[in-house]
């Protein structure tokens, strides 16, 4: 059904394409029929006229309009004022491109040119795993090139949801079209791993562009900024929002029963220290995260949640040189995310004092607000245990780019699921 959907999309967009695939084609053939349709997108930096980065696009609807990630025009999305937008076809053809819209979730904009550029490609769902898909695009600055690779399907347990394909995506190739067989774009070059392991972002997400700009006839979005911004908290709150509807696992952590693993995408490690005879104290700790990184501009990534929980006891230490020699180096916690002052305030703290089933903790959640993404904050907390003289309970977690009052919620019900079982 979800095929059927994007197909009927697709040929409601796409069916000026001149060329017509009537049998699977080889790679030779879709090299030589779309190379009028793909791109490199070129940043450069005004004062020098040298190139930034680069990337590639490929036309979609009609011959103006290129898809491509969304990082490969970043710099120039963040500082139109140093950086220029540029496209170079095969052939030395290049011009000027704007920014009509974008899904900065799933790494994706939509560019229009100064004129008209070749023939649109058509979109098409993911074909069964193990068919040959060719991904194409402008490698190292080498010139347009194709790249044979096989469909290993979508990514379920990963929050992106890209599409795995065995081959090998390099640099200069992301944004540009990965195709079936039949010659239709079925996702988006956007990053690899090495190894012949590659990422895809689905086609689909590429179509819910699409189809926002054709219901407001191509004219870009008024405010870029707010649309991100709009777009970032809202996938922080659909994220959110689905673990507060899940059933947790749980795990043992020293006395407590606490929340371990909160969703399928979602990995816990122990983190306990090696046991050595001349540390007075035992440490059990347990670490946890979704690895979620949402791309903003170099450096500066979003969507990461994660949490620790650490168990410290001691049978030898007096409860002053417990609290001050060890408690205290686990409570202090590091800023989450790398957001520099340009990019957020400065943290604003508040501590006060809580039960958690019936012990006493001390509470202290931290919070800094960014800049230009307004509604997107980071988020640090520690949560304590206080009372005990050779026992002790430290909750940590930490959000990168959320919305706050979400990100509130899933602490409270992360607390009131953590149960003293002693």
């Known amino acids: 059904m979800h095929k059927i959907i994007i197909w009927t999309i697709s040929a409601l967009l796409t069916l000026s394409h001149s060329t017509a695939f009537a049998e699977e084609s080889t790679s030779t053939d879709i090299y030589s029929d779309t190379q009028q349709s793909v791109y490199q997108i070129r940043v450069a930096n005004k004062q020098t006229g040298n190139k930034s980065s680069i990337g590639s696009g490929f036309i979609v609807i009609q011959g103006d309009i290129l898809a491509t990630n969304y990082h490969v025009v970043s710099s120039y999305v963040n500082d139109p004022e140093m950086y220029s937008l540029d496209y170079l076809g095969k052939d030395g053809n290049e011009g000027s491109l704007k920014i009509l819209d974008l899904d900065i979730t799933h790494d994706l904009a939509v560019l229009q040119a100064d004129k008209k550029l070749g023939p649109p490609l058509n979109i098409a769902g993911l ?27 979508i990514m379920e347990n990963s929050e992106e949801k890209n599409i795995l394909v065995s081959g090998s995506l390099n640099p200069g190739m992301s944004g540009g079209p990965t195709l079936n067989q039949d010659g239709e774009v079925v996702g988006i070059n956007v990053a690899t791993s090495g190894n012949e392991i590659s990422f895809l972002v689905s086609a689909e997400y590429l179509v819910k562009i699409l189809e ?20 970032l908290t809202e996938n922080a709150q659909m994220q959110i929002d689905r673990l507060l509807n899940q059933r947790w696992k749980t795990t043992q952590t020293g006395k407590f029963e606490v929340p371990s ?48 929980y650490h168990w410290i006891d001691t049978e030898k230490l007096i409860p002053q040189r417990f609290y001050y020699s060890a408690y205290e180096v686990l409570n202090d916690s590091v800023p989450p995310g790398n957001a520099g002052k340009e990019d957020v305030t400065n943290f604003a703290c508040h501590t006060k004092f809580i039960k958690i089933s019936d012990n006493e903790f001390k509470a202290t959640i931290c919070r800094r607000d960014y800049l230009a993404y307004a509604g997107l904050s980071d988020v640090l907390s520690t949560i304590a245990m206080v009372g005990h003289p050779k026992e002790g309970f430290i909750f940590n977690m930490d959000f990168v780019g959320t919305d706050f009052n979400s990100a509130m919620d899933l602490l409270q019900k992360m607390l009131e699921k953590i149960t003293w079982t002693e």
Do not use: H
């Open 212 to 231: 926002r700009l054709q219901a407001r006839n191509f004219t870009p979005v008024e405010d870029i900024f707010q649309t991100m911004s709009a777009q």
């Open 261 to 308: 693993q909160l969703y399928k995408t979602y990995r816990c490690w122990d983190a306990s220290p090696s046991f050595r005879k001349e540390i007075l104290y035992k440490l059990t700790s347990t670490s946890c995260s979704n690895q979620y990184n949402i791309y903003l501009d170099n450096n500066l990534e979003v969507g990461g949640i994660a949490y620790e």
């Open 127 to 153: 074909p069964e795993k193990g068919a040959k898909l060719f991904s194409l695009g402008n490698p190292m600055d080498l010139g347009f090139s194709i790249v044979e690779s096989v469909n290993n399907g």
